[in-house]
């Protein structure tokens, strides 16, 4: 009589466990990395914001008066058009182009005009910074703009801007 031989072609329980154990690593360091880049978009975002700021000082007492930007949020993203206003106000802003002048990728941003943005709950939809030539005093969005990961209330960095002189600053929380 002939021995028949089971044929055990499965995988172990230990040899299941380690592919698990391996998938979990990975994923964990995918998540990292992820996180990583959201955190730079951000920071980059509020470093291109304050740029825009000294262009927009730079315009002012260059150019005409009423020279302004304004910030639109679209989707992720937030757009920045160069323009004018009409005797210092706001509501009669034009842009000088159709196309956005730059582009603030994956942010979310929280804007206070009393500079405190962590009292703000809702993220900045739009708004218009308008500098004086005269003074370079900002008449239209002075405060604290929070610059956080998209979609999150996890912050980068803050960009400040002064009211009486027009000073801007940007740093860690």
């Known amino acids: 009589m002939k021995k ?10 230990v040899e299941l466990i ?13 998540m990292l990395t992820v996180s990583a880049i959201r955190s730079s978009q951000a920071t980059s975002s509020m470093q291109k914001f304050d ?16 020279q302004a930007i304004k ?6 993203n937030y ?3 160069y323009g004018t206003c009409t005797d210092n106000d706001v509501s009669t802003f034009t842009a000088d182009s159709a196309e ?41 969005g002075y405060g604290e703009y929070k610059f956080c990961k998209y979609n999150t209330t996890s912050s980068v960095g803050r960009v400040t801007l002064n009211r009486y002189t027009g000073g801007h600053t940007y740093g860690k929380n």
């Open 100 to 140: 956005a002048d730059s582009i603030l990728e994956r942010v979310s941003i929280y804007y206070s005009d009393s500079y405190d943005a962590d009292a703000v709950s809702t993220p900045l939809t739009s708004a218009v910074i308008l500098v004086r030539k005269s003074d370079g005093e900002i008449l239209s």
């Open 79 to 81: 757009e920045i058009y």
């Open 18 to 30: 380690l592919v698990i154990a391996i998938i979990l690593i990975m994923s964990g360091g995918a």
């Open 71 to 76: 910030i639109v949020q679209n989707g992720a």
């Open 4 to 13: 028949e031989l089971k044929n055990n072609s499965g995988y172990t329980l």
């Open 51 to 66: 740029d825009e700021i000294a262009t927009l000082e730079m315009k002012t007492k260059s150019f005409s008066v009423g």
